[in-house]
Structures are given as C-alpha cells and as structure tokens.
C-alpha cells in the first residue's frame, strides 16, 4: 500500500512559479514510474508530466504534455521518497487541481490515468489574469 500526498499549490499571479512536491509513505517507490495530472473545473483529467523508473534496458525517461514543455520541470529524489513538479510561467489555463500518480507496473501508456495504481489527493493551482 502507498499513500501520495501532494503540497505546493496555491494562488499565484499569471508568469509565477510554484513547486509541487508528492510524499510517498508505506512502500518506497524507486521503481516505480510516476506521474503527474492535471484536472480542470469541466474538464477531463489530462496528462501533464511523467518521469520513469530506472531499468536492466534503459534510464528513466521523462515525458510531457506538450502545453507545459519548457515551462514544467518533474523530478524524483528516491532518497527522499519523494516526486516534484517545478511550474514555471504559469498561465491562467494551468489552473486545476493537480494529482501526483504511481505506476507500480510500469505500463506502457504512461499519458493514461488507468496505468496508474496509486493516487493523491490533489493540490489546487489557481493562476490569476
């Protein structure tokens, strides 16, 4: 069992940072891939940022929505047991509740909420005008 909790939203002005982070307690999650979503007020959850497990074949691998390249930063520190998701240049459509996911069976479709066996609770980001 894994429990994730995110911290690190809040209200900021459209160009400010915040820096997400997800506290992994019950089972560390080194090999595990993990994600971040997004959900806006009406809208369907949306992929936004995965960084993978290292493997035997391959490095970890980080992936993004492309609305976010250049602007989001995900990282791990499996010291910590924990994941972040640095947001740069917020725009007013970056506003959602955004929920830290972990993929224990490392799936292949990292972008769909289905591969993912535990989630958080969310945090909320609101970017103003």
């Known amino acids: 069992q894994v429990q994730l909790v995110e911290s690190g939203g809040g209200l900021v002005q459209a160009g400010g940072s915040l820096r997400l982070s997800c506290a992994a307690s019950?089972?560390?999650?080194?090999?595990?891939?993990m994600g971040w979503f997004r959900q806006a007020p009406g809208k369907e959850r949306e992929f936004v940022a995965v960084?993978?497990?290292?493997?035997?074949?391959?490095?970890?691998?980080?992936y993004y929505v492309d609305s976010v390249k250049g602007r989001f930063t995900i990282s791990r520190d499996n010291a910590k047991n924990t994941v972040y998701l640095q947001l740069n240049s917020l725009k007013p459509e970056d506003t959602a509740v955004y929920y830290c996911?972990?993929?224990?069976?490392?799936?292949?479709?990292?972008?769909?909420?289905?591969?993912?066996?535990?989630w958080g609770q969310g945090t909320q980001v609101t970017v103003s005008s």
């Open positions: 996911a972990a993929d224990r069976q490392d799936s292949d479709s990292y972008y769909a909420s289905a591969s993912y066996d535990y």
């Open positions: 019950g089972r560390t999650i080194s090999r595990y891939d």
């Open positions: 960084i993978t497990s290292n493997g035997a074949w391959s490095g970890s691998s980080i």
